[in-house]
Structure formats: C-alpha cells, structure tokens
C-alpha cells in the first residue's frame, strides 16, 4: 500500500461515483480500480490489492488471462454480434459442446447460453416446466439464485435482496436446508433427518407430481458456504428421479474448478439432469449457461429460448479461453492446492480465536463462520471487524451468510502461494486486533 484505503483519488472518484450511480449499488471495497493481474487489483492511488474475492468467484484464471485476451481480440476484430437466433457462429456452438462435454453425466446433453446467471437459472426453471408440464418449483433455506423477479422469489434471504421488490413469482417452495454446524446433531443425522422433513413436506404439502424442479446449489454461495452433508444431494437427486421431478444444480458459483472438481456435484457422483453455469465460465465476461439433458433443452418450441445478446460471440470467445486455462493450466488440481493452504492456515486460526465457529468449504471456496464465543449465534460484528481491518491492510475478502457473520474466500485459482500467505497472515492478524 502506498496510501490509507481509500487514498485521495480514490476518494475522489467515490464522490463522483455516489453522485452519478444508483444508490441501490452496493461498495464492498472502497478503492477505483484503474489494472487487475492474476491475483492483485491496482488501484488508481497505487495500491497493489491482494484479491481473495475474484470479482465474486469470476476471475478464477486470473484477470485479464493471456488466453481470454487473445482470442478476444481476435474475436472483436472479427464481428461483435449477429444474435446467435439471428445469425449463427462457431464459437456458441463450440462452447455448448464444451459444456455438454465437461459437465457430468453420459446421457446425450445440450446446452443453451445466456448473460448471467439469474437468467440461466430462469431458463433451467423455464426447460424444466415446459418438460414437465408442471409448476412448482423447490429450492431451500438459505439460497441465492439472483436479483431478477423469478430468482428473488427463490433466494433466501430477504434484506437486502428482496426487501420492497414483492411481488414475487409463486409457485416457488421453500425447504429446510440440511446445514450441519446449525444441526444438533452429527453429519449422517442431519443428512438423513432433513431429507426426510423435505421430502415429506413435498409430498404432503406440494404434492409431488406438481413438482417441476428441485434446485439447489451443491454448495450454497451467498448464503455462507453451507456443505450439505454427505448424501443429501444424492438423497434429493434419487427423490427426484423417483418422482419425476427434474433435478436442477445451481453451479453459477461451484463451478469451473473452483470446488477443486470441475462442478461441485461430481464430489458425491451426483448427476443433475439441468446445470446452471455463469461466473468462472469466461475471464469476466457476461456469460451463463444451462447444460443438461437432450429431451430436456429439446422438449421447448423453437423460439421458446433465446435473447438478443445470449452467448455473445466476444464472451463466448473469452469463454473458450477460459475453459482452455483451465484444462491447460490443471486449474481444478490447483483448487485443491490452493484450498490446503487456506483450510491450514484457518483451522490454525480457529484453534487461536472463539469467535470462529466453524471453517468450512470445499477446493477454493472457504469460509469463515463467526459466533459469540461459546454459542453458535451468529457474530456480524465480528465478521464486519474482520472485513474492515482486511481492507485497511489491502486485502480483499467478501461477506457472507444469511446471518451477515461469514467471510468467504474465493481466490483466483492462479493465485501465487507467497500472496495467498500473505493474504492468510493478514487475516490472522484481524483476528488478533478483535
Ligand atoms: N446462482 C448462484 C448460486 C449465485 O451465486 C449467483 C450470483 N451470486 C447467481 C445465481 C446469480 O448470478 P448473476 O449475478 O450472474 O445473475
């Protein structure tokens, strides 16, 4: 750091951004930011950032990777846009065969690419009633699937999401989630007990053949990096199969490497038969995706699916370069290694300091839960502190949790050891200053 964060421009160009934007934006790191490499954010005051954010689990190759800009480039230079419905070009039909091949399942899969990932999720939900000729739709305690009135209506949590934005979409069922540091009781109970609160609350309350779609992130994201225990997907994926009910992972934030396998289900062999993809998929560029099933992605009318700007041929270009890193680069591997690092570093923490409740997470998606010291009720103000002291020392991490008193990691995958060390040290340090 070469100045306090926010330095002097920094403050500046702040005024001009409250003054010119939307006060319903919000600002989790007051500092502009003028170049991005790897792993630090420059900004226009000279401060080299340590990023553990990834602009929210996006730059997972990195900002500004070498094969996303090249082939961008070439792309701008070629053509900008057609509209794929309008005119089609290769590089949506090769990231779709990208997707059909990377995502799990043999069965015969097809894709259909959009802007972001509310508008994939829309879509899933869109495929799976038109399949299915029915209408509810199940998603759980603690969700987020995006800002848009059909995913507000799925997302958990009201403040700040939701909050004066109703109406809402209906036909949208909430169920408890099974989140074990939240269970009086240990993993194989908490799995097996709210299974069965869910599954008889769909049959009972729903009924289940009205049921079009269960969704579910494999690893909730906003809603503070809740690990369903160990055959929760699969029990929910076997009851929907059983039911006729199309088995819907929200992947937007799992997915591409950043769990440490490809996507998140594969770590308990879970087959969605519909994966929503966006974030890591393209270097920063607006793209998301809906992979799954054949008969599913063919059983809508032609026309039924589509948009002006879904699958861009410029972010379908960055996409290609970003799947082409990570497979080149071993980037699900480095997931892993990445995610040793931090879950040391963490668990040596939480052996030091009361306020952390549980560490948590999968490859490199970790978190941080907070509590009053010998209780499990939630600690925001801890998180707050430790988020504050992270920012002041140049480190960017992100806030998270139904209850705000999570902080979450999601460095980017090319992320240098020595940084991500440094990066640690100054989290503990935050811990010790409380
Ligand atoms: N689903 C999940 C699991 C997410 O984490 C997010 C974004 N945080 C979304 C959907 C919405 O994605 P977007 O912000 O691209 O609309």
Redesign the pocket.
Known sequence: LVTAIPGPKSLEALQRRSEATSGGLGLAFPAVIERASDAILLDIDGNQIIDLGSG??VTGVGNSAPRVVDRVIDQVQAFTHTCFTVAPYMGYIEVCEKLNALTPGTFKKKSLLV???????ENAIKIARHYTKRQAIVVFEH??????NL?MAMTAKNMPYKEGFGPFASEIYRMPMAYPFRFDGDDAACSAETLDVVTHKIEKEIGAKNVAAIVI?PI???GGFIVPPKGFLPGLAKFAKDNGIVFVA?????GFGRTGKMFAVEHENVDADLI?T??GIAGGF?L?GVTGRAEMLDSVHASGLGGTFGGNPVACAAALGAIATIEEEKLVDRANVIGKIMVDALNAMAMKYSVIGEIRGAGAMQAIELIKPGTIEPNSEAMSAVIKYCQQKGVLTLSAGTYSNVIRLLPPLVMPEHLLVEALGIIDEAFASL
């Open positions: 929210i689990g802007n972001s990932g509310a508008e994939a999720v969700s987020y699937h995006g800002r848009t995913t992130e909730q994201g906003e929200d992947e937007v934030q799992t929503t966006a974030k607006p998301a």
